[in-house]
């Protein structure tokens, strides 16, 4: 069963109680059940022992190829959906009584106060159109945080609202219009608006440039930079695409079928992986550049199926280095360098290539 | 070589920007459906007029009877005898006349007596939506100097009331079993329907079960085991309520099925997550969130639902099983003229078939219009 | 004919599209004019709304309503297999055929063949793998309801006089030629039991069962991972020179459109503002859209702190009221007063095989 997945201790530096945000074990497992009953045949493992920290005012990408875990990590992290073993220790000013940060779990927080920790963790979202309630005005989306939260429609709230709309980027006379009437760029930007209306001190962004269109999305991630200096906020910025991702990001996760493949800074991530998965990735990347030769990795079959996923290292079957001991031994994810974390039985003996 | 050779586009028409509200786009894009507005002026005529002023649109009572016992319709003439065109229209008195043979009544005109046709003529008192007191009526004869003579312009039924008054009260009780019996539908197909959608488990699988069991079980007999359980010494009222109740309860688990698929569907929506991740409790996601999102879909099963509706209590009325005289129904009075003495004697009485009809197909034209109009971002 | 030479396959020539909607005439595309050459690949590139899409719906004579083609020509050098031994040429504009009629369904699939980029949607979940590939050609789409090998056959069979044994026997022979594993059982699964990849390889198969002379890729790779993605270029790129075909491949992705073409058109605005070589236009961008497009996006491996990306500033205008001028003059940093706003810019040679619609360039 899944509940007995126990919490490892992940990374073994727990001196840093500074993080503002710590995932350890962190385990998704979705039920397949079948037949009339109902009866429960198997899991899908979405998120699979997840570890990693965000410290305060950094973004963390967390990158991988659809299937990978990524969204559904950032989504168990806010309780969208319910954990299945692990924890989520987060520095909360809002349940601190003393104006100091706070050191919660997130998994055993009771309801209320789990309900107060969201207006500290917010999400952005992928989709433009469907992640704006066709039926609300701008004015009722931004402020609905609010409003769940305690706040009366008034004129002071109205105010922030529309300090929020002109920071990041809308004007005030759109305040009540429908989300139809923008364009993709612009609901983006509504929702970014409603991330903050609260404000937070970590965003998850889930994918939020990748329906964009290439100008847009550079606007879009420039606001996001200028809004994280400005708030002094932290993102969890999940994305498929690597380039955006180390444009943006300090530290870089890369996810292979939920488990975490590799995380470090993301100069050294993309220049020196240690990873074989991350060097396959990064070589398979089409380069905006004619001129760029290299000889491409190309990775044989399809991303693993998570309820059923190859024994040994996930990554095995698709791997040019595996041996023997891949299919046999789930590798120990373990702090190879400085801050620069890898699952692989190889990686001490691989020369791999970077960018 | 791609070259733009005119300037017109600086030309071209400045579109002013205005806020649209959903249900704006939904009013224009049904404007511009030619027959969806018609079925749905044609449904606002017949509602207003069967169901508001049909005291105002038909000379007399409901059952107001009179010698003219299965009379066929009243020949309205231009012309009189010396073939002079009159400008106002005319109806001839009538005499009735026995076949010894046959025992068949006919009614021959008698020329002698004219009787111009009024409107806006002052005939037997009412009180107009049940409390404006009037005795106007739309068209008539001088009914106070002529007690005896009628205008029966389709026919009169084997009491001598006239057909024309009877379809339209008929059509009061038969609107409003659809419109009533279909909003109770709505209220507890949603409400299961959202429920069972959005809590899932338990719940779901128990509200899925009965409405699986209302769905596989055949109308027609449960109908009539539930109309049979009606006690037979109510107020025809009662009736008329407890059947209303009884065709919306048999039909709220499609509907329940229909919405809890949308909350399905809409439940994974991210805007739905969004709200979520911000606190927001069930009560706010379903009502907010969820439920508005379904409206539309709900609005267009409904309106094609309620020709079923009205069908349902017809079918049942002509088997004797729903409505009963003295109430008047537009089964009641199918079941009047099903006899093949009726169709042979006063064919004039299956006035009522077209009557269903065009609200039926009005109906179904109303409900596809909709449908296209409700989903107006779907194809711009 | 000699490698060398271009000789070409399509020529639209000032095409026009028009989408006659309720806040007035949107111009999808305007005034277009490009070549694709047989056997080469030409790209498009451009963000939403530029009108590549509707280009490549307009070669098929497919426009979705209320659009229509208002003005222009695509002609169609088209060159019949009648027998296998002799050929016949045939020259036809697109745009003049009756939509529904019997002609353009010949080349629709038949000689052109289309592949999209969502999957999942264009297959006909009901039919397996091979059924798929025969209807290719008259649904351009994977009904989810039949065995992908019967969707092949149908579309083979459509198009070729072939008995159902023989469709089958190609369909199993193309899904093996778009590298899907095991094609003998893979004919007959559905759908829904192929991964996104192997979907996308299905839809290149039924687009190439009927050896078309050219085949339109719009945004076949978006919505795939990257290491599918790479997995299914180099297929396209393998069968466009076993097959000799030509290639119209259309994206939004600067890396992909790098890797595929050998000669790029940007358009911006239903309009094509520079079209060229993949190293001139990469190298040597001309036009000031094409340049700030290139600026814009964020390059793999050349991480400096704190780095902002350069933004094409404002947005796309409204296609109901578009700017005069140079449609671009709005967002342009080089915009020159009295004369962007004014005069509508002309196409104009900037190099060596490489134009642009771009006043800077134009000579008085």
């Not at chain 2, 017809?314 to 079941?335: C, D, F, I, K, N």
């Not at chain 3, 140079?326 to 005069?343: A, E, I, Q, T």
Request: aromatic letters at 8%; hydrophobic letters at 40%.
């Amino acid at each position: 069963m899944a509940a007995e997945g126990q919490v490892q201790p992940a990374q073994a530096n727990a001196k840093n109680n500074n993080y503002l945000l710590e995932v350890k074990g962190l385990k998704k497992y979705f039920p397949i059940q079948k037949g009339l009953l109902r009866r429960t045949v198997g899991y899908v493992k979405a998120v699979d022992d997840v570890s990693f920290f965000v410290r305060e005012g950094e973004t963390l990408g967390l990158v991988g190829e659809s299937g990978c875990g990524k969204s559904t990590a950032g989504r168990t992290i806010i309780h969208l959906y319910e954990p299945t073993a692990g924890e989520v220790l987060f520095n909360s000013r809002i349940l601190s009584s003393d104006g100091t940060r706070q050191r919660v779990n997130l998994l055993d927080l009771p309801p209320n106060q789990l309900k107060a920790i969201r207006r500290e963790i917010s999400m952005i979202f992928q989709d433009p159109i469907n992640s704006l309630n066709p039926r609300m005005t701008v004015s009722d989306i931004v402020s609905e945080p609010m409003i769940i939260h305690g706040f009366s429609m008034d004129s002071e709230t109205e105010a922030v609202i529309i300090r929020l709309l002109e920071r990041v980027g809308l004007r005030s006379d759109h305040l009540r219009r429908y989300p139809h009437e923008f364009s993709g760029g612009q609901r983006q930007r509504i929702g970014i608006a409603r991330a903050l209306s609260l404000n937070p001190s970590l965003v998850i962004c889930d994918e939020p440039v990748s329906a964009l269109d290439v100008s847009i999305q550079a606007q879009t991630l420039n606001l996001l930079q200028d809004l994280q200096k400005d708030f002094n906020l932290s993102y969890i910025f999940i994305a498929h695409d690597l380039s955006v991702v180390e444009h943006i990001s300090d530290r870089v996760a890369v996810m292979y079928v939920g488990k975490v493949a590799e995380i470090a800074d993301a100069e050294e991530l993309y220049s020196s992986p240690l990873h074989p998965y991350t060097e396959a990735l990064l070589s398979a990347v089409p380069k905006a550049d004619p001129l760029y030769k290299s000889d491409r990795i190309v990775m044989q079959g399809e991303v693993a199926d998570p309820s059923n996923p190859p024994s040994g290292c996930y990554f095995h079957p698709r791997c040019q280095y595996a041996k023997d001991v891949c299919k046999l031994k789930t590798p120990e994810f373990r702090e190879l360098k400085p801050g620069h974390f890898v699952a692989c039985h190889r990686a001490e003996e691989l020369k791999l290539e970077g960018i | 070589m791609a070259k733009a050779e005119k300037n017109e586009t600086a030309a071209t028409a400045k579109q002013t920007q205005i806020s649209q509200s959903y249900w704006s786009l939904v009013w224009w894009k049904f404007k511009r459906n030619r027959v969806a507005v018609v079925g749905g002026i044609i449904l606002l005529t017949f509602y207003f007029s069967f169901v508001f002023i049909p005291e105002f649109l038909s000379p007399y009572k409901l059952d107001d009877s009179s010698d003219y016992t299965e009379a066929g319709p009243t020949r309205i003439h231009f012309v009189d005898q010396e073939g002079k065109f009159q400008s106002r229209p005319f109806i001839y008195g009538v005499e009735k006349k026995l076949d010894f043979v046959t025992r068949k009544r006919t009614f021959v005109e008698d020329p002698t007596k004219i009787y111009p046709i009024y409107f806006f003529v002052h005939g037997d008192a009412y009180k107009l939506l049940g409390f404006i007191p009037s005795d106007f009526h739309l068209y008539g004869i001088d009914q106070k100097n002529n007690p005896e003579t009628r205008i029966l312009i389709m026919g009169a039924d084997a009491l001598g009331r006239d057909w024309f008054t009877r379809i339209l009260y008929g059509g009061r009780l038969s609107l409003m079993i659809g419109l009533i019996g279909q909003f109770l539908t709505l209220f507890f197909g949603t409400t299961l329907g959202v429920i069972s959608g959005y809590y899932g488990g338990a719940v779901d699988m128990l509200i899925q079960r009965i409405t699986e069991f209302l769905n596989a079980f055949p109308d027609i007999p449960l109908f009539m085991a539930l109309a049979a359980a009606i006690p037979s010494f109510w107020s025809p009222i009662a009736v008329y309520f407890m059947l209303t109740l009884i065709l919306s309860f048999v039909r709220w688990g499609g509907l329940a099925r229909q919405v809890r698929g949308l909350i399905l569907s809409l439940r994974e929506r991210e805007y739905v997550l969004a709200a979520k991740s911000a606190g927001a409790n069930d009560s706010r996601l379903m009502f907010r969130h969820l439920l508005p999102g379904t409206m539309s879909h709900v609005v267009v099963i409904a309106t094609l639902a309620i020709p079923g509706m009205i069908l349902a209590e017809t079918a049942l009325s002509w088997l004797g099983l729903g409505l009963r005289p003295p109430l008047t129904s537009w089964g009641v009075l199918l079941q009047d003229a099903a006899t093949v003495r009726a169709i042979h004697n006063t064919p004039w009485e299956l006035w009522t078939v077209p009557f269903i009809i065009v609200t039926i197909l009005a109906y179904n034209m109303l409900g596809d219009g909709l449908r296209d109009a409700l989903d107006p971002y779907g194809s711009r | 004919m000699s490698e060398l030479l271009n000789e070409p396959l399509i020529e639209v020539k000032d095409l026009r599209v028009e989408f006659d909607v309720r806040a007035g005439i949107v111009k999808a595309v305007d005034g277009l004019t490009m070549t694709v050459n047989r056997g080469k690949t030409l790209g498009i590139i451009g963000e939403s709304g530029c009108g590549k899409s509707i280009t490549a719906r307009a070669i098929l004579n497919m426009i979705p309503k209320p659009g229509k083609i208002t003005h222009g020509e695509i002609i169609y050098y088209r060159r019949l297999k009648s027998d296998g031994l002799t050929q016949m040429d045939d020259i036809i504009d697109l745009a003049k055929t009756d939509p529904d009629g019997k002609l353009i369904r010949q080349v629709r699939g038949g000689e052109i063949g289309m592949i999209f980029q969502e999957p999942m949607s264009s297959l006909t979940p009901v039919y397996t793998a091979g059924t798929h590939i025969n209807e290719a050609v008259i649904l351009h789409h994977l009904t989810p309801v039949y065995k992908v090998g019967d969707q092949i056959a149908e579309q083979v069979m459509a198009h070729r006089k072939v008995t159902k044994a023989e469709a089958r026997v190609i369909a199993i022979e193309m899904l093996h030629r778009v590298g899907i594993p095991k094609p003998e059982q893979r004919v007959d699964s559905y759908p829904h039991q192929l991964s996104g990849g192997q979907r996308q390889r299905v839809m290149i198969a039924i687009a190439l069962s009927c050896e078309p002379s050219m085949l339109i890729a719009d945004e076949p790779t978006t919505a795939l991972d990257v290491s599918i993605e790479a997995q299914i270029l180099d297929i396209m790129r393998d069968l466009q020179q076993s097959v000799n075909m030509a290639i119209m491949f259309i994206t939004h992705n600067l890396g992909v459109i790098t890797s595929m073409a050998e000669e790029i058109v940007v358009m911006y605005m239903g309009k094509a503002v520079e079209q060229g070589k993949v190293i001139e236009i990469f190298q040597n961008p001309k036009h000031p859209y094409t340049q700030a497009l290139l600026r814009s996006i964020p390059k793999l491996g050349k991480k400096t702190a704190g780095e902002r990306l350069a933004t094409i500033s404002g947005m796309v205008p409204d296609p109901f009221n578009l700017p005069t001028g140079c449609v671009f003059h709005p967002r342009c940093p080089l915009f020159m007063s009295g004369k962007c706003d004014k005069v509508v810019p002309k196409w104009t040679k900037v190099g060596d095989e490489h134009w642009a619609s771009c006043l800077l360039y134009e000579e008085e």
